[in-house]
């Protein structure tokens, strides 16, 4: 997969076989992982003590109508931290075109939701 990474143009910053990390077009550090026929990609936000995290905050990052296209947010415990990851994924079928496609369209919209996604988080920084 990383020829097709580097094909589209983005750099690759790490290589580990089946996780690797790349640099958006804005930048943004965006961790892959291929399992099986998923590429999941990964922008660890940050990290706060997990009493930071109040209930307004945690719906603000469940509703639907919360300006994420397709990405969610998750959150990771880590000891009394909570990581906050932003997620998404796209299904491969034969590393054509067509995945070629469905790849950069779900690393563009990643890149995106970033943006929305450390608006909602604002409160946390």
Same mark, same amino acid.
Request: glycine share 6%; charged share 25%.
């Given at each position: 997969?990383?020829?097709?990474? @580097? *094909?589209? *143009?983005?750099?690759?910053? +790490?290589? !580990?076989?089946?996780?690797?990390?790349? !640099? %958006?077009?804005? *930048?943004?550090? #965006?961790?892959?992982? /291929?399992? $099986?026929? &998923?590429?999941?990609?990964?922008?660890? =936000? #940050?990290? /706060?003590? #997990?009493? +930071?995290?109040?209930?307004?905050?945690?719906?603000?990052?469940?509703?639907?109508?919360? %300006?994420?296209?397709?990405?969610?947010?998750?959150? /990771?415990?880590?000891?009394?931290? @909570?990581? /906050? &990851? =932003?997620?998404?994924?796209? +299904? =491969?079928?034969?590393? %054509?075109?067509?995945?070629?496609?469905? &790849?950069?369209? @779900?690393? $563009?919209?990643? $890149?995106?939701?970033? &943006? +929305? !996604?450390?608006?909602?988080?604002?409160?946390? @920084?």
């Amino acid at each position: 997969l990383n020829p097709f990474q @580097a *094909g589209l *143009g983005y750099e690759i910053l +790490k290589d !580990a076989d089946d996780v690797f990390t790349i !640099a %958006g077009s804005s *930048g943004v550090r #965006i961790i892959c992982a /291929v399992e $099986e026929d &998923i590429l999941n990609v990964t922008v660890p =936000l #940050i990290s /706060v003590p #997990i009493s +930071k995290i109040t209930h307004e905050i945690a719906m603000n990052m469940l509703w639907s109508e919360n %300006g994420l296209s397709t990405s969610h947010l998750e959150l /990771v415990r880590s000891g009394d931290n @909570a990581r /906050v &990851i =932003l997620m998404n994924y796209c +299904k =491969l079928q034969e590393l %054509g075109d067509d995945d070629l496609d469905d &790849i950069e369209t @779900a690393i $563009e919209f990643i $890149e995106l939701d970033v &943006i +929305k !996604a450390r608006q909602i988080l604002s409160d946390l @920084a």
